[in-house]
């Protein structure tokens, strides 16, 4: 394994908390061994640097909304940063559907990204509304794909995903995806599953193929780093 990739929200720490501090000493540890550390998430990598720079690490790997942007190391400016492209349609899909959840729910919180698109409903009623929106405008919504959550919606162009950045990455390392190591715990984290030479997935409601079934992080380090 060459390169080591962790979703943030569900897998490197709980909703909204901090990462464990002992998970911290284990990645600090494998990284001590050679292995590269990658966080990849629906964030924006922005997001990712004020995170992981609490770590310690000395040169991770961040991946930002879902991989549409990817940078090394978390100092700033960094020394790498790339954002993925994609079409005019899917960016016309993405105003379209913005101003049409703002036009309904003037007070909705956005994800600040720069790509995707991230609206954060407040209530059931909420969801509901964007729901309906999607529903009532299938036809708008050319070149991305959209994903629902407990928390909020990802609008994403089509071409972009998890999988897609870490063979973007892979060939910017010089590695094979055999070499990768994934773990997730979401449906945002499948198109990884289907690229890393292993995935683990935690307690995940949707099983994957392509990904081990593990109950916790510790349990997918442990395995992990013992094959190592």
């Given at each position: ?40 998430s ?10 992981m ?123 094979s ?43 997918a380090?442990?395995?992990?780093l013992?094959?190592?």
């Amino acid at each position: 394994m060459q390169l080591l990739v962790l979703d943030l929200d569900g897998t490197l720490a709980p909703y909204d908390a901090a990462t464990a501090p002992a998970n911290v000493e284990t990645l600090k540890k494998a990284e001590r061994a050679g292995v590269r550390i990658c966080l990849c998430s629906g964030k924006p990598v922005f997001y990712l640097c004020a995170f992981m720079r609490q770590f310690g690490l000395q040169d991770p790997i961040l991946i930002g909304e879902n991989g549409a942007e990817i940078q090394f190391g978390y100092k700033l400016p960094p020394p790498y940063f790339y954002r993925m492209p994609y079409s005019e349609r899917a960016e016309k899909s993405l105003r379209f559907f913005e101003a049409e959840i703002k036009k309904t729910l003037p007070e909705i919180w956005f994800q600040p990204n720069k790509t995707e698109l991230s609206p954060f409903p407040k209530s059931a009623r909420e969801f509901e509304i964007i729901d309906t929106i999607i529903a009532n405008h299938r036809d708008k919504a050319q070149d991305i794909r959209i994903l629902k959550y407990h928390d909020c919606f990802d609008f994403i162009p089509m071409n972009i995903n998890k999988g897609a950045a870490l063979r973007f990455l892979a060939d910017k390392l010089g590695i094979s995806t055999e070499e990768i190591c994934c773990i997730g715990d979401s449906k945002n984290d499948f198109p990884m599953f289907e690229v890393a030479g292993k995935s683990y997935g935690i307690k995940l409601k949707i099983p994957h193929p392509k990904a081990v079934p593990v109950g916790s992080l510790e349990e997918a380090l442990d395995i992990v780093l013992k094959n190592e």
